[in-house]
């Protein structure tokens, strides 16, 4: 049972630390880029009206992924060794 839950919190973890470069990648990308409008129509879920929001909540994005990730490893962490 224990050892699953091993697997699959690191599966999330790993998971999650392939997504934590999207929202950089598209501040770099797509934002920053004042020749172009971004793709997303800055009405992003009805909450961004400007570029400055949509890059303060694809910060808070980039935070949310990195605060997710560091938890799962460590419950990873935790697990394994309350195995061992």
Request: aromatic share 10%; with cysteine; net charge negative.
């Amino acid at each position: 049972m224990i050892s699953s839950l091993i697997g699959a919190l690191i599966v999330v973890a790993v998971a999650l630390n392939l997504i934590k470069p999207w929202p950089i990648a598209f501040i770099v990308d797509e934002v920053l880029d004042a020749r172009t409008n971004p793709r997303m129509d800055l009405g992003l879920f009805g909450i961004v009206s400007d570029r400055a929001e949509l890059i303060f909540w694809l910060a808070c994005a980039v935070m949310v992924l990195h605060f997710l990730q560091g938890a799962m490893v460590a419950a990873h962490n935790y697990y394994s060794i309350r195995i061992g």
